[in-house]
Structure formats: structure tokens, C-alpha cells
């Protein structure tokens, strides 16, 4: 085999090893899921809602594959989201008073703040 083909197939099958890897952290969110509730039932636990909050998409800090749209409600013992978030792993919420920009400076340590 001439060294050119050799190149060329080691170039290609890292190219698609590289697409698959991205491809499988982008998917695997989505297949692992668990059920989602109904919207029914969103509705009935954001008649309970504490505080509610809109998630918009549009926001400094927001990018193609970091985002949230939709209307977050909090209760005494949920968090709902009615709307749409970016596929990701097991994303974690923090409930802060502060500004995103003074989260994002602390975020090496963040403080979650448990529901009773």
C-alpha cells in the first residue's frame, strides 16, 4: 500500500471516529431519558408554583449547545420546566439570587441549595 492510501485512511476513520464520539455525547442524553411527565401533570404542579421563572434562549451565555426556553415553576417539593432544553448529561440545577455573571465567576464552587 503507498503511504499516500495509508495517510488517507488513517485521516478518514479518525474524521468519523471523531463525528461518531460526538454524535454518541450529543444522542446518549436522549436515549437514557427517562419518561417525561405529561403536560397535565406540569400544569397541576405549576398551580402550586412558589415562584416561576422564564428560561429564554437568547441570553449572553447561551450557544447553540448550552440553552433553555420555557417557564420554570418552583414549589415547596418540585422544579418544573414547561419548554425545551438542550440535550445534555445529567444536568444540575442551582437555585441563585445572584446574576448569572456572579454564578459563572463561583462556579468552581457552587452552593445547591436543597428542597425539604
Known amino acids: 500500500m503507498k503511504i499516500r492510501t495509508v495517510v488517507l485512511l488513517i485521516a478518514t476513520h479518525c474524521a468519523v471516529g471523531v ?6 455525547i450529543y444522542a446518549l442524553p436522549i ?25 429564554r434562549r437568547d441570553l449572553k ?9 420555557g417557564v420554570v415553576s ?22 441563585s439570587p445572584e446574576t448569572s455573571s456572579i454564578f459563572l465567576r463561583n462556579s468552581l464552587r457552587p452552593k445547591p441549595i436543597l428542597l425539604d
Open 74 to 95: 418552583v414549589g415547596p417539593k418540585f422544579i418544573s420546566l414547561m419548554g425545551k432544553l438542550a440535550p445534555g448529561p445529567d444536568y444540575k440545577l442551582y437555585l
Open 61 to 69: 451565555d447561551s450557544d447553540a449547545l448550552h440553552w433553555g426556553e
Open 31 to 55: 436515549l437514557i431519558a427517562p419518561p417525561a411527565p405529561s403536560e397535565a401533570e406540569i400544569k397541576a404542579m405549576s398551580t402550586q408554583a412558589r415562584y416561576t421563572a422564564q428560561f
Open 19 to 24: 463525528v461518531g464520539f460526538g454524535l454518541g
